[in-house]
């Protein structure tokens, strides 16, 4: 008698299986921060990469503006509770990522003293009181904000808005976004004084002569403000599905 033919479970793997959901879902949002970065934070021969938060995220901000900024040579980590950011700096110096060894990765004593020295500032918590003090920000720094998701949420205070040039990732961000919604409701700017989307930086970096300008100074503090949509999850999970399927 004939042995039935395999099923798809009992073939042997020839090639890794593509990342999880939640896993894929980390990479598209630190990819899309990463990539914003590139039009809006400043060039420069050496950079400080601050992040907030030490969750399941944080990791992969720091890869992905790494690789997007390879001039990061220092990355300072800060949550609430230190322990988590000492672990989280701890995983990170025995990381085997290339050029690891060139980055001093450290605990933040000081959220304030952080952001003040942050030439990128990336924010990926869930609070819902503000974290970032915009009259701390320094000229030329980028502000990048990931956590806040629902109209309660908010990472940083009025004046980081109103200091700086503001982008968003899709127009959902000003329906979601604590910091954009609490910002409209005070009269602090409108969906008017929004400069751009993610889709206007991209253009941007192919360097369309008719797109909205990214960074237009060395001095300029640009913001970008990041919900996610379902269309970039499509995105993330499609180009994951094709290097599968064609490694």
């Known amino acids: 008698m004939a042995s039935p033919p395999p099923t798809p479970s009992s073939l042997p793997l020839r090639r890794p299986l593509p990342p999880s959901t939640a896993r894929l879902t980390l990479l598209r949002t630190s990819a899309v921060s990463a990539l914003a970065a590139l039009a809006l934070a400043r060039p420069a021969p050496r950079a400080t990469l601050v992040v907030l938060g030490a969750g399941a995220l944080a990791p992969y901000l720091v890869a992905a503006h790494r690789s997007a900024h390879p001039s990061i040579d220092r ?3 800060w949550n609430r ?6 672990a989280l700096v701890q995983r990170l110096r025995a990381g085997s990522g290339a050029g690891a060894a ?24 869930s609070s819902e009181t503000p974290l970032v003090k915009g009259k701390l920000l320094k000229p030329g720094a980028h502000l990048d904000l990931v956590g806040s998701f629902t109209p309660s949420m908010r990472e940083c205070d009025d004046e980081a808005l109103k200091r700086g040039r503001v982008f968003a990732d899709f ?77």
Do not use: W
Request: hydrophobic share 50%; glycine share 8%; charged share 25%.
């Open 75 to 77: 990355v300072l980590l």
């Open 81 to 86: 509770s230190p322990h988590k950011a000492e």
């Open 102 to 125: 060139a980055v001093a990765f450290e605990r933040a004593e000081s959220l304030d003293d952080a952001v003040a020295i942050g030439d990128i500032v990336s924010c990926a918590t």
């Open 171 to 247: 127009e959902v961000a000003m329906e979601e976004a604590g910091e954009l919604v609490g910002a409209f409701e005070r009269g602090v700017m409108s969906r008017a004084d929004i400069a751009g989307t993610l889709i206007d930086l991209v253009s941007s970096c192919r360097g369309d002569a008719a797109a909205v300008v990214g960074r237009r100074s060395d001095d300029e503090i640009t913001v970008f403000k990041s919900v996610g949509t379902a269309v970039v999850d499509i995105l993330a999970a499609q180009l994951a599905y094709e290097t599968y399927i064609n490694s």
